[in-house]
């Protein structure tokens, strides 16, 4: 931490500065230049920044280490690669997840997972729990929901995410899916991030809709810190004053997040457009920037989706996409990896 | 709902539109402009608007009913009042809250709740589980936390608010406080929400940090669909591009709230701008744009606090404050209910 | 300037960043601390502190020098007071300006401001340029509007404000207006800025709708740096996600414009909110927080607006309000001047 | 323009609002549903939407016709292609502009620019006049670098782009320059646009900091309005809460703008994230997403820059990312022209 005198602070002030810090634990190196003196404060305590800026005489206090270690590239310079089913998120590998927003019935998930194995997806997504904004909306299928899309992965050999709400639904999630996502909304969901640091699975964690990649790398290290290191990264859209789009997708996360962390970062371009026709243009983006693996919404019949169908692609729609997407990985040094379709 | 078709849609288009709008159980009237032909849909089922527009020839759909109801002044003309200790929150009422950020020791509780006592406050603050965003800094006390603030506003006479963080700590909540906190940062905990729908003790729910007033509502909604109708919306501050306060304190929730909803409106001008020397200013403003409470944090020594120190007032500024409040708020046709101090 | 180097940077890596820095111009004296070495820059010339961001082992580099310094408090302790037609704005005083959004005629600057004079009003606003974000809507009177709003003014007394929208129409508005306004839009119309720098008459500049604190303060410098010292700075609401209101008014401006400057700064609740039941509560609560001044759409029939009539208040209204801020500003050491009104 | 009245609006409020907007010059089209009254206005006559929100009983007003029309593609199905210098862009072509920030030598920009056609581009930028946040930093060489470009672009059979600030320089521009660009802090600089739309050269508009979409296509349709049918549009990143990148560099413009406007849409990655280090992933993901164009910061040495050096490529970074988009291209149906290498 550095403590930057303003122009003019005079010796008492710079004095009651140093002994507040002292009083705080920490030690303090004077320098002083030709406009301000800075001081340099060493030390392992915790000490809120702002308490110093209300000193007489301090302009501003400036924070060096970042909050984070475990999630940061300079505590582990090579990337983390995490292998589900085959498929592998990070290094030189993009993994690609699709299905439904919403987990709505058997037959639902059997016809689009179908479709999926045929293009080679090999991991399904599907919703069990819906946060949604309204109390009056489909809430979701609950654990019979979860039930199904086992089921439905384990006919076609493909492993299952889904989004955990809840500490509670914790043992239930370990019992059907592959790996936990976290929602945008939970994202500071503290208590919930801390307990999934206890799971010896994959857990994904979303981008909150206007949470800093600082605070996102913090959410990391929050399931990180627990002992579980398999953390993914996802980009899912921000909020900002643009409504056309449902929210502005800020791809730059890839580049900037690959350079703070060794963790996968992959993109969500359904809910971070919130429509059909954008989300091909914004997957082949990803793609071509590197990120380590996509999460689409692909619906068997997307105009009888419950949920979200605006924003579901179809899945010969999907299956142009996938197969654009590998022409574009390996022109950045990446390849994705795909089911093995066996033909007789 | 209305579906605007394009300027130039085909007959083919606009039967297109109608026959899925029917399908998903709408009546339609179709009314043509000198541009636009325009599509009314009448009843009660759920649609994605995203659907319909995506259909061709459609230019775009527009929501007419607000998703919420209890929460709304539509629903309830008479402005809802809270009364909690004496103290109410609404109508022509603005109640105070003041206390430290958290819960640090029975002393330091005792000391803030004491000075507070003498100022006129009837209701203390202070957090027992802190969310933080980093996984290594101070969790708060937890529920030796609460046993304290109890013990220490019984002894004064006061009533308790604190933040709960998960549905688990409900019970236990319900044992020490009077007023539950719902924290910005889950303010979209959906289940946490409903939950506290259940609770006969009134709820205070804080603005996200990128939170609509829309959707602020609609939280409020999740409370009171379980039967809870005694919520108090509290703004905080939103994140903008602005970073020389901590958030952008949002003044015009007062009227914006007031023209939409019954519910009382209450500010907290500490999250709100994050440096001690904003608060007075933005609390007078407060009280001039006429809300119904304010949460305000003062500690006894903010110097030695372990959290938000920088944004405590000291408690002689917090009673300097309280007495321009209480000249400000009758200007607005509204009165700062206080503590009886006895004099002998 | 302080270059932060990584935990952990060879010396080879800054050696490599000490001889960049010189090489550029500045001094560098170097500290070591427990986890980062620290490199001090000391010397005149300007350098993008991202050019050594991007140097191997570099963490991060702050500037500490703010770029304004005519507009700095440090520079001025003493609050700027300016004075227009016997209205101040600063020190202990809170000015305020009224009239239409725009000129449209004769008889509606006359009507109003023969309202406005019975208020106590003494420096009437009315645009002649309009910067509209449609080719196709309504563009001002032009000269004509100037014509008509001075020939009224002088009529009741009162000074006249305007916005200035090019260099080329500066000489025309020094013949009419007494303060010149910059619009949010041109905020960082660096030419106009300059230009206006030359002129000796005072100044507004309106707050861009993303310009942070610091880019305002650095408008101002562009005005003061040709000379002129008299400016006003007015906060007229940003733009964020949230578009219930207009735009956010962020009331925050004046207790941190205050802080960090000696300008006057004012604030514009009509702009700010975009809807006449939101000006009245806003300008209470401007003039509580300790504002220098405010500036309030009025028309005496808003019904019949060309422009923004929906935000403008009704005289009656106004004259409520107006009576509302007289009692409030007392409150915070402030009083609001006001045109003697002879009675006969 | 449809009104809706709220839920339970009286007969005598909804005849009030009739009575409005036929007084406005509407004929009033009333349809009763099932909730709500919606009352659809015709007509050709401009009125303020919020004049009707604020009478009694309305719940909402929605405009319909938007602003735009000359930049919309219902106007013009087809893609608007713009030729210079050989370098197309819109319909299926993928125009790279690439050169300096600013033009701040003979020698530099000579430098540059031979490394640039080694590479193949045909279009060199450069600033003579820059927008600067502080009236201390370098201005720019002016005339005097306008002069130097166009004797490099024409020793090296280029053509030039530059950004113009001023009413007044126009003409100036018109001997130098093939392209007239519109920087972000000009966008809605609407006199400077009005005079734009009378020139016979193309002109790019850039998206400002806080512009929505529609506000760019509304600040196209100013120079469009005018006669001058030539206008390219690019977004170079849009001020958020983030502040690790610059600006977050909206990509969704590529789909949106193409589903609304026939106008070709370009990227700057350069400005849009501020780092060279993410200069080339952006503009990967740009090609990929299916841009019209790019315009890219490249100096011959970029550690001597005088301006965005650190957003600068390295000749060789940019020629290795040239190569790249070239096989990107393709994959999404675009071509990147290029200047014919001529080898003996």
Known sequence: ML???????????????INFIKKKGFDAHVST?????????????????????????????????????????????????????????????????????????????????????????????????KPRTSPYAFQGMGEEGLKIIREVADKYGMAVTSEVMEISQIPMFLDYVDILQVGARNMQNFNLLKELGYVNKPVMVKRGLSATFEELLMAAEYVMSGGNREVILCERGIRTFERVTRNTLDLSAIPVIKKLSHLPIIIDPSHGTGLRD????????????????????????????LCDGAQSLYPE????????LKKIAPIVGKSIDTQEIKTV
């Open 317 to 324: 729609q999907f299956s142009d996409l996938y197969s654009d």
């Open 3 to 17: 403590v930057i005198m303003r122009h003019g602070a005079s010796q008492e002030q710079i004095e009651n500065v």
């Open 33 to 129: 230049g030709e406009l301000h003196t800075v001081i340099g404060c060493v030390g392992g305590k915790v000490v809120d920044p702002r308490d110093i800026e209300l000193l007489d005489g301090v302009k501003e206090v400036i924070k060096i280490t970042s909050s984070y270690k475990l999630a940061s590239r300079i505590f582990q310079p090579q990337d983390t690669v995490i292998e589900v089913n085959g498929i592998k998120f990070g290094g030189s590998h993009t993994g690609v997840i699709a299905g439904p927003c919403t987990i709505e019935s058997y037959e639902e998930m059997d016809e689009t997972a179908a479709k999926l194995k045929e293009t080679g997806v090999k991991i399904l997504r599907g919703g069990a729990f």
């Open 278 to 305: 954008k989300v091909a243009p914004m997957s082949r983006a990803a793609v071509a920037a590197g990120c380590d693996g996509l999460i689409i919404e692909v619906h068997y019949d997307p105009d009888t989706a």
